[in-house]
């Protein structure tokens, strides 16, 4: 399967039969979400720089509900969690998505706001690809991404909802989260998609890769 990160939190998962879904598509964050198209769209909630379906050519299904999915044969879970530390008082709910492709689970857990709890981890802990934010301010930051890691222990773990030179939201850069890692097992690509299968996971270490965007790879 192939992950492309389209920037923020929005990335674009295609199994090896083609069936693509667009997570989290965002409006104006400094720079433009490109149109694309999808199978299914995922929105963990329902603020500008995650639910932007403008950008999404077709009328494809929308999932934004926790709950059970079907996308042509890919299995796609909802779980519910929260926007803030405060059970939503603050900014309202999140759905985490679980993603079956290829025989892999990619787990996207949108902007969630809070510590890891036990129930999250018995809903996700088969995740063998996280998806997690780590600019803080509007979701977790560094520090409870890290957490969230060494709970779940996924095999590959891909950063989201940093800052970059583009980004004009006042969030951190991932270099601090990146930093709670052996160096060893950080890769930084020059490309925007990541290709994975089974023969990809190694059950005995947690890879971390940072995709970078190929307009931002020309900036920083």
Not at 90 to 95: D, E, M, P
Not at 102 to 125: F, K, N
Not at 195 to 202: A, H, N, T, V
Request: charge should be negative; aromatic fraction near 6%; hydrophobic fraction near 35%.
């Amino acid at each position: 399967m192939k992950i492309q990160w389209l920037g923020h939190s929005c990335f674009k998962l295609v199994e090896s039969t083609g069936t693509t879904i667009v997570t989290d598509p965002y409006g104006d964050v400094g720079y433009q979400m490109p149109l694309t198209r999808a199978d299914a769209v995922t929105i963990s909630h329902d603020h500008y720089d995650h639910n932007n379906l403008k950008a999404i050519e077709g009328n494809p299904p929308v999932f934004t509900q926790p709950g059970l999915y079907d996308v042509k044969g890919v299995r796609v879970t909802g779980v519910s969690s929260f926007h803030d530390d405060r059970k939503g008082a603050q900014r309202g709910k999140n759905t985490i998505f679980m993603f079956h492709m290829d025989g892999l689970d990619i787990c996207h857990l949108g902007d969630v706001g809070h510590e890891i709890t036990p129930a999250l981890v018995e809903s996700l802990m088969s995740c063998n690809v996280l998806l997690i934010p780590v600019g803080g301010t509007y979701t977790i930051d560094a520090e409870l991404a890290k957490e969230y890691v060494d709970a779940l222990m996924p095999e590959i773990v891909i950063p989201m909802h940093y800052k970059t030179k583009s980004l004009t939201l006042d969030i951190d850069r991932a270099e601090d989260f990146l930093r709670k890692f052996d160096e060893n097992d950080v890769e930084i690509s020059e490309s925007d998609t990541v290709e994975l299968d089974r023969e990809d996971i190694d059950e005995q270490s947690t890879r971390v890769i940072l995709l970078r965007r190929a307009k931002d790879r020309k900036k920083e």
